[in-house]
């Protein structure tokens, strides 16, 4: 968290989510969004999000096309 909010300067809030049952972090700079955090019970997770103009680079990236597309199933 020291790395998200001093060396990157992004800032971060966290709060839990009853019907979830979870703790959830959005980290933002600039106003917009970066990456959310959920925890949950044995495991964590993070959702990225990038624009229209960024997104295409996604796709030059050397990983698993399952991974890539993993929040569309």
């Given at each position: 968290m020291k790395m998200i909010t001093s060396d990157l300067n992004l800032a971060?809030?966290?709060r839990f989510y009853k019907d979830g049952n979870a703790w959830f972090c959005e980290v933002v700079?600039?106003?917009k969004t970066v990456?959310?955090?959920?925890?949950?019970?044995?495991?964590i997770?993070?959702?990225?999000?990038f624009?229209?103009?960024n997104?295409?680079?996604?796709?030059?990236l050397a990983k698993?096309?399952?991974?890539?597309n993993h929040s569309q199933k």
């Open positions: 971060s809030e966290w700079g600039k106003k990456f959310g955090l959920s925890i949950w019970e044995g495991y997770r993070t959702s990225f999000f624009t229209g103009k997104s295409g680079g996604i796709d030059g698993n096309s399952e991974i890539k």
